[in-house]
């Protein structure tokens, strides 16, 4: 039986719960799937590292009281001992889930950069290394005939990258318009029902929604990486943050709510980017009063929705959870499922068929 060796790097939110479901799942992913996954090291700030070759007992860890770290187990330490873990972990998948850095991408950057280097293929959620350095990653990960993937880091599980790539393939986008930021759509629906704004950021931080630092998703920030990723990928542009215009939700009032309301209106933080007649890409965040007619107004609570301008279908749009811990760690799922049928198609290759 085909088997993923699987290297957990930050074991938040996320990455439990891709644990939880190879746990609970394990057997029926396997039958359906026809791999099996196990995983064999993990390495998180808070608890260490921890690298067992012939798989971790994942209900032991997962049910590890708080506070306790991997130094009392066999092959732990209390340190996270990320680059040694990610070079000499026995994994063929890394799965890359610490915190997203709006500035620098960093240490996920480094630590994509040094899987693929070691000849593993990444998996990962975090939008600093794909918007900041997605173009040197994806060439290393070439260079050593291996797999980048990145479906959650745009509208967490809703399959939005691979849908456009595969799905799309053939027709001309030129425009992508969203909500791609679910704690900030969370927010402004809850502000509509009355609710603070540090009220309603604390909830969605309950809910697993928000980034470590929510200010990135009040401030715009979160969705500029998204934006940079999808006028990259799916537009061609060679954009980097600096090229997004932001504005955040902080600047829209409880008085601006009720005024839209009574204009038929409802407030989105809007993601954009589009081709420009001098050819290149113009692309910009901003909170957008949106007649309650438009497609994206009654998108609601944690929902995201992407819509694709196109040459021969018009408009396509897609909408789907863009947060929550279980459907982000789904794309790591079908990024896996990707990573999988690549190595596949490479070895049927090698084998001439
Ligand atoms: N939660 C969500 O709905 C979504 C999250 N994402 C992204 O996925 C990633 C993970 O998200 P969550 O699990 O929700 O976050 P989280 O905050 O629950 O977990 C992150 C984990 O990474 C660990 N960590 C941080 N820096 C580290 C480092 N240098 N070395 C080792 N461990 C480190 C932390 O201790 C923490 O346990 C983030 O980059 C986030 O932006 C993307 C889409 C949706
Ligand atoms: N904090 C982000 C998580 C997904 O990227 C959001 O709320 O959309």
Known sequence: MNRHDIALIGFGG?????AETIRDRGEELTHELGFELRVVAIT?????SLMVADGIDLDAVLRMPAGETFAGKHGGTAAPQNDYVIRNTTADIVVEATFTNPIDGEPAVSHVRAALESGKSVTTTNKGPVALAGTELNRIAAENGVTFAYEGAVVSGTPVLRLAEKTLAGLQINAV???LNGTSNYVLGQMELGMTLEDAVAEAQALGYAEAD???DIEGSDVQLKVVILANELLGANLTTADVQRRGISEVT???IVQAAAEGKRWKLVGSAFRNAAGGVTAGVEPVALPVGDPLAGVSGPTNA?????????????????AGRVETAFALLSDIIAINAARAADEAVAVGR
């Open 214 to 216: 929510p200010t990135a």
């Open 44 to 48: 998180d700030l808070r608890l260490g």
């Open 306 to 322: 992407v819509s694709f301008d196109t040459d021969m279908l018009g408009t396509v749009t897609v909408s789907g959870p863009g």
């Open 14 to 18: 996320v990455a439990r719960a891709l």
């Open 177 to 179: 318009r969203g909500i």
């Open 254 to 256: 409880a008085a601006d």
